[in-house]
DNA sequence: GCACGTCAGATTGTATACAAGATGTTTGAC
DNA sequence: GTCAAACATCTTGTATACAATCTGACGTGC
C-alpha cells in the first residue's frame, strides 16, 4: 500500500543492509540507487534519510551517506538493551497482561514446542518471537511495546545464529514455560528477572560466537 | 557547524513544536516554511522527513505532514518507560560506576542543592538533568545511554511542571541521596526500584497535574 | 433536497537543472 | 624525486519545473 517511491526504496534498502548486501562503511551512492531503482536521485535521496534516522546509516556532509553495521560492542549493547527492555514489559505484564494474552503465550508456546519437535529452527524462531511479542502488548504500554519491537527487529538478524546452539531451543522453551508461570501467577520480580535472564543468555550465546570466530 | 541548512531547519522545527508554536494536528506547509527560511521546498522537505522519523510529526502521503503531539495516555507510557530505562541504567550503574563518575554524581548533587537553597526552580532542573545523565553514562552501555537521552529530551517539556509541586524538589533531592547511596553500596536491586520510584513519581504527579487541569 | 460526477485549485511527489564543496591528479618548482 | 598548488572531475545540496492526486465546490440529475 506504498504510494511513495520514496519509502518502498527505504524499505528495500534496509532489508538489503540487514541482508549483509552492503559492507560496513560502504558509500551508498545516489546515482548508482537511483539507476538502479530507475527513479531520479530525489526519492533515493529521501530513501537514504530514512536510513540515516532509523541509525542503519551514516551521513556526512557533503560527503555522503555510509552503511553503518553495528560492531561487536555495540551489538553487546542493544543485546543488553533489549534483556532491559523485556524484563521491563515482563515486570508490567505480570500485573496487566489479560486472560486473553496468557492464553495467546500458552498457544505460542505450544507452536514453538511442535517447531521443536520437527527440530524446524526457522519455525522455532518465528513462533519465539511472536511469543515475545505477546509479552511486549501485554506490558499494556503501547510506546514500550513499539521501541522493544524496533529494537527486537534490529537484532533479527544476529539473535539468529545463536539459536544455532546444540540444545539452546529446549532451554529456551524450559525459560518460556517459567515466564509464563510468573506471569500467571502475577510475581513482577520473578517475571522480571527470568526474562532478563531469558533474553542475556542470547547476548552471552552470541559473545561467545563472536569469540570463536575471531579465534 | 551545520554545513546543511536542511538540518537547521529540523532543529529549529523541532525546537519550535517543543515549545508549543503548533497545535497538535497542524499541518506543516511546505510552501509556507520555504517561503519562512528562505529556501527553497526541497531543504523543507528533507527537515520534514526528520521530524517524522522522530515521531514529533506524521506524514500522510500526498496529504502533507502534521504535527503529532503526544496525548495523555502516550506521555503517561512514555514517562513509564522512562522510569524503566533509568532503572535499568541504575541496574547496570551499580555494579559498573567509576569512581570518577560517583565524584561526578556527588558534585551534581550539591549543585542542587545549592539551586534548591536559592528556590532556583530552572537551576534546579538543569543539575537536576545532568545528575541524571551521570548515571546513564555509568551504565558503561552507550546504546542504552542514547535511548535514555532521547527519551529525557522528548520528556523535558512535560517534566518541568511537576517540580512546581510543593515540596518535590526536597523530597527529589532526598531520592538523589538514596540512589547515590545505593550505588556506592553497588546495590543492584535497590538501585534499580529507587531509580524507578524516583523516576514513576514524576509520571504520577504529572497525572495530578492533568487530572487537576481536566475538572 | 440530496447524491453523484466533474472540474478547478492547491499541494505533494518526482525529475531535472544548477551551485558549491570535496577528491584526486597533474604539473611545476625546488 | 618529492612536495605543493592549481585544476578537472565527481558528488552532494539546493532550486526549479513538471506530474500526479487530493480537496472542495459547483452543477446536474433524480
Redesign the interface.
Known sequence: ME??RA?KIAETLEQHVFAGKYRDGERLDELKLADQFCVSRTPV??AL??LV??GIAEQI??RGVFVRLPGP??LM??F??MA??E??CG??AASRITEAGLQQLAEANIRCQEAINQNDHAQYYAENEKFHQIIYRGSA????EK?ALRLQSKLRAYRKMQLRFRGRMGQSMAEHREIVAALEAGDVEKAAAVLRRHVAVQGEKFHQLMANFNS
Open positions: 504510494i511513495r519509502d535521496r529521501e534519510q530514512v534516522a532509523t556532509p557533503r560492542v555495540e549493547e542493544m543488553e538493551m532491559e527492555l524484563s521491563s515486570r508490567l504500554n503501547g510506546y514500550l521501541q
